[in-house]
């Protein structure tokens, strides 16, 4: 029997969705699990799955066109079954729903009071997260009133006729109210929870939405049911993909190419372990199977009686972890990155280091050498020392210097003021001085703010080469590896060598490839040949 799949509502807010593209089109089998299009939302473009198996018998919204939550969007069926009446019984009642929709504002309307809902609070209802889900239960949540919400964060487990899911939230703010507690169950679209500023009264938000929850449902009872030749054949469901499911009562997550590779090899999809996203089997987990491993595998597992006991602790994140995490976040999704990776010969920077650290009561790193070269290179590049604003872009003719320090509760950035300036002595004792009191936490705001570049050096820790976060508003950042012992080639021939691979992150609004790469030409300079940093 033919199902109507209908345009799902993704999230809280979504009232329309655009089918970005179909991975299906009319005629072709679809499995259950299978994705049949990517739709896009008022918050993100996601793939939205099939819960029924069949043939695509008819597509109700092309690629690029938008239409409302719950229309139809797509019908699947018997292969060669007719879907005739049930496209005519789906435009009728399509006709019919201002009608509707006006009956139930004036209910609405007359039922209570009406409640201004102030600027950044927002409602949240409970989710249709399966296509037969009518009512949900909340498992657990994983936020308690008077707790910080940001964007994509897991409110609560919620458990549907299908799977316990877990429900992120589309919004950022306090947690003000909760509408369920733990182990009670509400219709779809009921008050589950009200997000906004910290300390804002929602108690009369609450209790009108209540109100009109519960007039709707009144109303909804009492309509006249339709006569029976204009009720569809099949049963409007509505499909929406699941979120992160704890529990799936034994079904499978299969991309529809693993899936058909997997028929076409004779491969029992319950023998296979997923490696995709949430456990989902994906192309590699198809080729890499290996039906003697599994069957070998399964022997040691019936063999082994587990005697541990899983354990774990949570760790409150501190003010620092949060500050940090909000402002990355905002770096790398704002600041279109791109990275630019260089290798240098430090043969001559080892040998300058050794004449240099044997003068009494002398002592430089490989980094204040760093620092000295950048500070020195950014001066002819200032493009590289500038910063971006909304409105403008300042070109710094002045070199401050970040210094990125790893601390208990996560990294500080001290600043290094007028490091073109300073001698390599100079730059080495303020770096340990920064180290010292940012690990003591003495270090004060304003030695932490106005820095034109940062640097973070992961060398001592033995890492070769990585990639860093710019840290806003500079427009690049330089990643600084271990040096390595190698062979190289050097006029001809390969000898032992000393090298050090480095990473430029630029901005790309300010920081063109050119334009970065001119800047590490002129810094190999300084460290192929350290001698021309004291010149």
Not at 295 to 302: E, G, M
Not at 422 to 431: E, K, N, P
Not at 487 to 493: A, I, L, T
Not at 518 to 526: A, K, M, S, V
Request: proline share 4%.
């Amino acid at each position: 029997m033919a199902e109507i799949i209908t345009m799902p509502r993704l999230s809280d807010t979504m009232e329309e969705g655009t089918v970005a593209s179909w991975l299906k089109k009319v005629g072709d089998k679809v499995s259950e699990g299978d994705i049949l299009a990517e739709i896009e939302t008022d918050k993100a473009t996601m793939e939205f799955e099939s819960f029924h198996e069949g043939v695509l018998l008819h597509i109700g919204v092309q690629e690029g066109e938008t239409t409302k939550v719950d229309e139809l969007l797509a019908i699947i069926g018997d292969e060669g079954e007719d879907v005739s009446d049930l496209l005519d019984s789906t435009e009728s009642s399509t006709k019919e729903e201002p009608v509707k929709e006006e009956a139930n504002v004036e209910i609405t309307a007359s039922s209570s009071e009406s409640i201004e809902i102030p600027e950044g609070v927002n409602v949240v209802t409970m989710p249709r997260l399966s296509d037969t889900m009518e009512e949900g239960t909340v498992a657990s949540w994983l936020k308690q009133v008077g707790d910080e919400v940001n964007e994509g964060e897991i409110l609560a487990e919620i458990e549907t006729d299908k799977a316990t899911m877990e429900f992120e939230s589309f919004n950022a703010g306090t947690l003000l109210y909760v509408g369920l507690k733990e182990g009670e169950s509400a219709k779809v679209d009921s008050l589950l929870a009200i997000i906004g500023p910290k300390g804002t009264d929602v108690s009369k938000i609450a209790s009108n939405f209540k109100i009109e929850t519960e007039v709707a449902s009144e109303s909804k009872k009492a309509e006249v049911e339709p006569p029976k030749s204009e009720v569809p054949k099949a049963e409007t469901k509505v499909s929406t993909p699941p979120a992160t499911v704890i529990s799936t009562n034994g079904r499978l997550f299969v991309s529809p190419l693993a899936r058909k590779m997997a028929e076409e090899k004779g491969i029992d999809l319950n023998q296979v372990q997923g490696t995709g996203e949430n456990g989902r089997i994906i192309k590699r987990d198809i080729e890499n199977f290996n039906p003697a491993a599994v069957a070998q595998s399964s022997a040691l597992v019936a063999k082994f009686i587990p005697s541990g006991q899983e354990d774990s602790d949570e760790v409150r994140h501190s003010q620092m972890r949060k500050v940090i995490a909000r402002r990355l976040a905002e770096s790398k999704f704002t600041a279109p990155h791109y990275y630019l990776a260089v290798e240098y010969d430090m043969d001559n920077a080892i040998a300058f280091r050794e004449q240099f650290n044997s003068i009494p009561d002398t002592k430089i790193s490989f980094n204040d050498m760093v620092v000295k070269a950048c500070a020195l290179a950014l001066r002819q590049h200032p493009q590289v020392n500038s910063q971006w604003f909304d409105d403008k872009m300042v070109l710094n003719n002045h070199v401050h210097i970040g210094v990125a320090v790893a601390v208990e509760d996560g990294l500080v950035v001290p600043v290094l003021e007028f490091a073109n300036e300073q001698s390599l002595q100079q730059i080495g004792a303020s770096v340990k001085d920064f180290a010292v009191r940012a690990r003591n936490k003495k270090l004060t705001p304003d030695e932490m703010e106005g820095s034109t570049f940062t640097i973070s050096n992961l060398g001592m820790f033995g890492i070769e080469s990585f990639t860093s976060i710019i840290n806003q508003p500079n427009s690049a950042i330089l990643s600084v590896g271990t040096i390595v012992q190698k062979p190289v080639v050097k006029n001809g021939q390969v000898v032992v060598g000393n090298t050090m691979k480095l990473t430029l992150a630029c901005d790309h609004r300010t920081v063109d490839g050119v334009t970065g790469s001119e800047f590490l030409q002129t810094l190999q300079g300084y460290l192929e040949n350290p001698v021309t940093m004291l010149v």
